[in-house]
Each structure stands twice: as C-alpha cells, then as structure tokens.
C-alpha cells in the first residue's frame, strides 16, 4: 500500500509536521527523504530494508559508500547520492556549531558529530579534537587507525599534533566497531599516558569518547576515568 493510501494520521510527514521529528523512527524519517518506493514497497518500506541491511546502525549507514547503498534495492545512485549528501550536510552543520562557540555549552553536538563520523567505520580511529583556550575547536583531526581489534597511539605523534595546532586542551575520541562502548584496561592506561603526556606542554584532557554502535558515545569524564 502506498503511503497516499494510509490515514493522514499515520503517514510520517503529517505526523512530523505535527509532532516533530523526534516522534518518528529512524525509517519514518528515511522515508520522508526517500519520498516515493518502489513496485510493491512504500517509502517506508524501502527505509525500513536501507536500516536493516545496515543492522540498525545509523553510522554505518552514514559512512556507507554511495555503491553500497545504491546496490540496495529501490535505492540506485540518484537516492544514494542524496542520502550521502544529507549525512555530510549533518556532520558540516554540526562541526560549525562546534567551531562557533565553546565546544563544552554545546556537548551533545560533539557527541553527534562523533557518532556521525566514527560509529560506521570498520576499523579502529582515534582523533582528536584540538581546541583553543576558549574551548572552541580548531580541528578534528585523525591521528591512528588500525585493526578491527587494536589502534596503535603514540604520546610522542599526539604531543607534536597538540603543538602544531597551538591547542590549549583536547577532546580524544575513538570508535569501537565492535559495537561495545565499555571502554578497556587498554583504553583507559592509553588515556592516562596521553594525559600526562600532554600535561608536558600544558596541554589539557577535557575528555576522552568512545563510539559504539548507535548509542551516545561514552564519556570518560563522565566516568570518572580522567
């Protein structure tokens, strides 16, 4: 049945027009972008295949090439293109609103940017996120990756980065394709070696965030492990 044929009260663009866009699902608001299906299949139904190919993970998803996606069926290189455009167009509107003002009034933008550029890749990155003495991003910059299982991070590389970027504090942040955010042993003596690393030109840890999956990246801070 096509989305036409559903009672107004159903259909995901007059429920978004009248709830809002936290009210829909991941799919409902795929298929609003989407517009049209194919033979057989509703918008939503389309978007409902797209979200499960990819596990329910919207950052695989985002960070999917556009064959990949255009290889779903219904979806071909024109949706594919535009479903890569709107996810780029999140991450640059995201980072400007990082860029514009003190990263720490706008923290769940840090945590979305993170999510949107981390949570889909396939291996291990760590970045960091060099910031001013006001707290305002000068760049994200990825430093390491490596295996499914492991990344080498070096103090010396990470120290040389903070100084080339003249930052006065950082945000660290690396993804765990695994899906897990429970942070390792691992995770938190390599944090604590790059804390008193950076301690050595007055550089500062504000916080450490591993992505996992689609839930909110995890804050060290938060956790007491800083």
């Known amino acids: 049945m096509a989305i036409t044929d559903w009672p107004e009260g159903e259909r995901p663009r007059e429920r978004l027009l009248r709830h809002g866009p936290q009210a829909l699902s991941d799919a409902e608001l795929l298929a609003i972008y989407l517009r049209v299906g194919v033979r057989g299949k509703s918008a939503v139904d389309l978007a409902r295949d797209l979200v499960k190919r990819f596990d329910g993970n919207l950052g695989r998803l985002a960070e999917a090439p556009v064959e990949q996606l255009a290889g779903v069926p219904g979806i071909g290189i024109a949706k594919a293109a535009q479903l890569k455009a709107s996810f780029e167009l999140s991450r640059r509107a995201l980072a400007q609103e990082m860029t514009?003002?003190?990263?720490?009034?706008?923290?769940?933008?840090?945590?979305?940017?993170?999510?949107?550029?981390?949570?889909?890749?396939?291996?291990?990155?760590?970045?960091?996120?060099?910031?001013?003495?006001?707290?305002?991003?000068?760049?994200?910059?990825?430093?390491?990756?490596?295996?499914?299982?492991?990344?080498?991070?070096?103090?010396?590389?990470?120290?040389?980065?903070?100084?080339?970027?003249?930052?006065?504090?950082?945000?660290?942040?690396?993804?765990?394709?695994?899906?897990?955010?429970?942070?390792?042993?691992?995770?938190?003596?390599?944090?604590?070696?790059l804390k008193d690393a950076l301690a050595l030109v007055d550089v500062k840890v504000l916080d450490h965030f591993v992505v996992a999956g689609n839930a909110p990246p995890l804050s060290f801070a938060e956790r007491g492990l800083l």
């Open 100 to 193: 514009s003002r003190d990263t720490f009034t706008a923290p769940g933008a840090v945590r979305q940017w993170l999510r949107l550029k981390l949570a889909g890749r396939p291996h291990e990155v760590f970045m960091a996120l060099w910031l001013d003495a006001q707290n305002r991003l000068i760049e994200a910059q990825e430093l390491f990756s490596g295996s499914l299982t492991q990344t080498s991070v070096y103090p010396r590389e990470v120290v040389k980065a903070a100084l080339a970027h003249n930052a006065a504090a950082v945000i660290l942040a690396h993804n765990h394709p695994s899906g897990v955010a429970e942070p390792s042993r691992a995770d938190e003596l390599l944090t604590r070696a």
